[in-house]
């Protein structure tokens, strides 16, 4: 027998010891495989063909399962006549039936002598799943919301807060009417989402509002327990005031899973001590009873992102009704939010308004707003702006994010260096990669403008970043690659200050991993 003939044959005993559950596995992934959305076929190619070599079974077979949930979930959805939310009870189910698409966490806590369930529902999908799964049906998108909580008293369930629903960046390929035969499906529904509710012959209001740099917090009240009910967006607890935060403390509870209660305790902190100096704590209760204040908690030094705020605050925005009108499933009309902000005294975020006398009108308005946002500084426009879409008295139609070149290009450094730390990628590679990515984005913006607009790319300072990533302890020392990720997570801006001082020698991570040991 010479050698390809015994390699043939050793190929063909491997494959017939291939176990049985191995090959029902095969099949059930074929199956699910199978006539999948164009959409899905387009992110595996992802611009070289085939899937990645570097996916596990596992990571396919769970990709494939999410697939064949979103479509089940549809078709519970489609059968749903007459509806615009789905109601809690159904959420419930949907969550336990939907375990790769949907996340229940609870916690029973003791107030008034009560025994309570609070339940955050959250979403198991990410990126290009998300906006699959929101682009799939009307339900899902109005149901599913940045930051859902529901609570179980005496046999009952109710919404406790409910944040808004979720709103997508402004494509401008398909703003721009370069949509082609080839355009990804979701990018077109998610599209007219946002921009065909709109009327074509009156009216349209557009309220940019400051996109704050910071953590999502949430504010509702309960008047049947005399408690507020504050939350990061996947996070909530009830307390009466700040004694009452123990229950969350997992310093106190000893109950690992507490530990997600960090952010929500420090948004519940910072809210205590506005309403400890307010004057109108009974209004606020009166609207938020029925009703969730939406804003971005910022200014902690100890959290920091990409904009640097003088104080600790929290900047509002939005109310969401916790039982949605018959008109409309959106927030309150901005006009209406932004005035009862400020006669509540609270802290609002800043804010713009321009009217659009029909659908052309708003074409070219919201044209040359994506023009001065896109190249303004962070110092200038924090993250971008959210723009609401409304008329001038009653709906809120639809919201978009329109986000600064500079956020996008750091957010983008952020990304890929934690990349390079924890998943140990070549930092040249990832460089050349940063460079092509900024670059397209680069150009697409510059088919807005008649002259080519000289746009910084921040490739020196990519390079700076990707540099400092090239040290052996990195990979070696646990905690030192432990206390990389984390400076990059929390301390970004004092990361950036550090790279950008061209004379210092010493490594930007040695040197505070040093001086953090020294203290």
């Given at each position: 027998?010479?050698?390809?003939?015994?390699?043939?044959?050793?190929?063909?005993?491997?494959?017939?010891?291939?176990?049985?559950?191995?090959?029902?596995?095969?099949?059930?992934?074929?199956?699910l495989?199978?006539?999948?959305?164009?959409?899905f076929?387009?992110?595996?190619?992802?611009?070289?063909?085939?899937?990645?070599?570097?996916?596990?079974?596992?990571?396919?077979?769970?990709?494939?399962?999410?697939?064949?949930?979103?479509?089940?979930?549809?078709?519970?959805?489609?059968?749903?006549?007459?509806?615009?939310?789905?109601?809690?009870?159904?959420?419930?189910?949907?969550?336990?039936?939907?375990d790769?698409?949907?996340?229940?966490?609870?916690?029973?806590?003791?107030l008034?002598?009560?025994?309570?369930?609070?339940?955050?529902?959250?979403?198991?999908?990410?990126?290009?799943?998300?906006?699959?799964?929101?682009?799939q049906?009307?339900?899902?998108?109005?149901?599913?919301?940045?930051?859902?909580?529901?609570?179980?008293?005496?046999?009952?369930?109710?919404?406790?807060?409910?944040?808004?629903?979720?709103?997508?960046?402004?494509?401008?390929?398909?703003f721009?009417?370069?949509?082609?035969?080839?355009?990804?499906?979701?990018?077109e529904?998610?599209?007219?989402?946002?921009?065909?509710?709109?009327?074509?012959?009156?009216?349209?209001?557009?309220?940019?509002?400051?996109?704050?740099?910071?953590?999502?917090?949430?504010?509702?009240?309960?008047?049947?327990?005399?408690?507020?009910?504050?939350?990061?967006?996947?996070?909530t607890?009830?307390?009466k005031d700040?004694?009452?935060?123990?229950?969350?403390?997992?310093?106190?509870?000893?109950?690992?899973?507490?530990?997600?209660?960090?952010?929500a305790?420090?948004?519940?902190?910072?809210?205590?001590?506005?309403?400890?100096?307010?004057?109108?704590?009974?209004?606020?209760?009166?609207?938020?009873?029925?009703?969730?204040?939406?804003?971005?908690?910022?200014?902690?030094?100890?959290?920091?992102?990409?904009?640097?705020?003088?104080?600790?605050?929290?900047?509002?925005?939005?109310?969401?009704?916790?039982?949605?009108?018959?008109?409309?499933?959106?927030?309150?009309?901005?006009?209406?939010t932004?005035?009862?902000?400020?006669?509540?005294e609270?802290?609002?975020?800043?804010?713009?308004?321009?009217?659009?006398?029909?659908?052309?009108?708003?074409?070219?308005?919201?044209l040359?707003?994506?023009?001065?946002?896109?190249?303004?500084?962070?110092?200038e426009?924090g993250?971008?702006?959210?723009?609401?879409?409304?008329?001038?008295?009653?709906?809120?139609?639809?919201?978009?994010k329109?986000?600064?070149?500079?956020?996008?290009?750091?957010?983008?450094?952020?990304?890929?260096?934690?990349?390079?730390?924890?998943?140990d990628?070549?930092?040249?590679?990832?460089?050349?990669?940063?460079?092509?990515?900024?670059?397209?984005?680069?150009?697409?913006l510059?088919?807005?403008?008649?002259?080519?607009?000289?746009?910084?790319?921040?490739?020196?300072?990519?390079?700076?970043?990707?540099?400092?990533?090239?040290?052996?302890?990195?990979?070696?020392?646990?905690?030192?690659?432990?206390?990389?990720?984390?400076?990059?997570?929390n301390?970004?801006?004092?990361?950036?200050?550090?790279?950008?001082?061209?004379?210092?020698?010493?490594?930007?991570?040695?040197?505070?991993?040093?001086?953090?040991?020294?203290?």
């Amino acid at each position: 027998m010479n050698g390809v003939e015994q390699k043939n044959e050793n190929q063909e005993n491997e494959q017939n010891q291939q176990s049985k559950s191995q090959k029902k596995q095969k099949k059930i992934i074929d199956k699910l495989t199978q006539r999948t959305e164009e959409y899905f076929s387009q992110q595996q190619t992802i611009n070289q063909g085939g899937i990645s070599s570097s996916k596990s079974l596992a990571q396919i077979s769970n990709n494939q399962l999410r697939k064949h949930q979103i479509n089940r979930l549809v078709e519970e959805c489609q059968k749903m006549k007459n509806l615009k939310e789905i109601p809690p009870e159904q959420v419930l189910k949907m969550v336990k039936t939907y375990d790769m698409l949907f996340a229940g966490q609870s916690k029973q806590v003791t107030l008034n002598e009560q025994n309570i369930q609070i339940i955050d529902i959250k979403l198991r999908v990410h990126n290009e799943f998300e906006d699959y799964l929101y682009s799939q049906h009307q339900l899902i998108h109005n149901t599913f919301r940045r930051g859902l909580c529901l609570l179980l008293l005496d046999n009952e369930y109710q919404i406790l807060r409910k944040g808004l629903k979720k709103f997508f960046d402004i494509n401008l390929k398909h703003f721009l009417k370069q949509g082609n035969s080839t355009t990804n499906k979701t990018e077109e529904i998610i599209h007219n989402y946002t921009f065909s509710c709109l009327p074509k012959d009156s009216e349209i209001k557009i309220t940019q509002m400051e996109k704050v740099n910071g953590e999502n917090a949430q504010i509702s009240y309960i008047r049947t327990l005399d408690r507020w009910v504050i939350g990061s967006k996947n996070v909530t607890l009830i307390c009466k005031d700040e004694s009452e935060l123990n229950q969350y403390d997992s310093q106190i509870t000893n109950d690992p899973l507490d530990t997600r209660y960090r952010y929500a305790m420090k948004i519940a902190q910072e809210w205590f001590k506005i309403i400890g100096s307010s004057k109108n704590v009974d209004s606020i209760k009166k609207y938020l009873n029925d009703h969730t204040l939406i804003g971005e908690y910022c200014g902690n030094n100890e959290y920091q992102h990409f904009v640097q705020y003088d104080q600790v605050q929290v900047k509002f925005y939005a109310l969401v009704p916790k039982v949605s009108a018959e008109f409309s499933v959106n927030c309150l009309h901005p006009d209406e939010t932004l005035a009862i902000l400020q006669s509540l005294e609270l802290n609002t975020v800043r804010f713009n308004h321009i009217i659009a006398k029909n659908y052309q009108d708003f074409e070219k308005q919201l044209l040359d707003i994506i023009k001065t946002v896109s190249i303004s500084k962070l110092s200038e426009v924090g993250e971008g702006n959210v723009i609401y879409f409304s008329d001038s008295q009653q709906e809120c139609f639809s919201l978009a994010k329109l986000k600064s070149l500079e956020y996008r290009f750091k957010r983008k450094i952020r990304e890929k260096l934690r990349l390079i730390i924890t998943k140990d990628q070549n930092s040249n590679a990832t460089l050349n990669k940063y460079i092509d990515e900024v670059t397209q984005l680069a150009k697409e913006l510059n088919q807005l403008f008649e002259d080519l607009t000289q746009i910084d790319l921040n490739i020196d300072l990519a390079k700076k970043c990707f540099e400092a990533t090239q040290i052996e302890l990195i990979q070696k020392d646990a905690n030192f690659k432990n206390f990389c990720v984390e400076m990059i997570d929390n301390k970004f801006i004092s990361f950036l200050t550090e790279i950008e001082q061209e004379e210092k020698k010493e490594n930007v991570f040695q040197s505070a991993y040093l001086k953090k040991n020294v203290i």
